[in-house]
């Protein structure tokens, strides 16, 4: 469990080449996805229908995507330049 602030929390989900984490409020229930956008190369949040965010949440949701991105980064800079480019 990644704690994202004071009311959210991720789970990794999968890791196939990029991690999925879901997304849930302190009480368990489910408020989206982050993940991996290939056309623009970096991590998004995908809410759950129905779902509202204070802005508060949104900053913290922001910079848990921004540590996504950073890792991301280095794990790429980590690899040799033929595992990373795909056909």
């Known amino acids: 469990m990644?704690?994202?602030g004071k009311y959210m929390y991720a789970e990794p989900l999968l890791c196939d080449p990029h991690?999925?984490?879901?997304?849930?409020?302190?009480d368990g229930s489910s408020l989206g996805y982050a993940e991996w956008y290939?056309?623009?190369?970096?991590?998004?949040f995908t809410p759950e229908?129905?779902?509202v965010?204070?802005?508060d949440c949104?900053?913290?949701?922001s910079r848990f995507l921004e540590n996504c991105n950073k890792a991301e980064s280095i794990c790429n800079s980590a690899q040799?330049?033929?595992e990373r480019s795909h056909p």
């Open 2 to 4: 990644i704690p994202i």
């Open 19 to 26: 991690n999925i984490y879901t997304i849930h409020a302190k």
């Open 49 to 51: 229908n129905h779902t």
């Open 38 to 44: 290939p056309r623009w190369k970096c991590y998004v």
């Open 80 to 82: 040799p330049q033929e």
């Open 58 to 61: 949104c900053l913290e949701m």
């Open 53 to 55: 965010f204070s802005s």
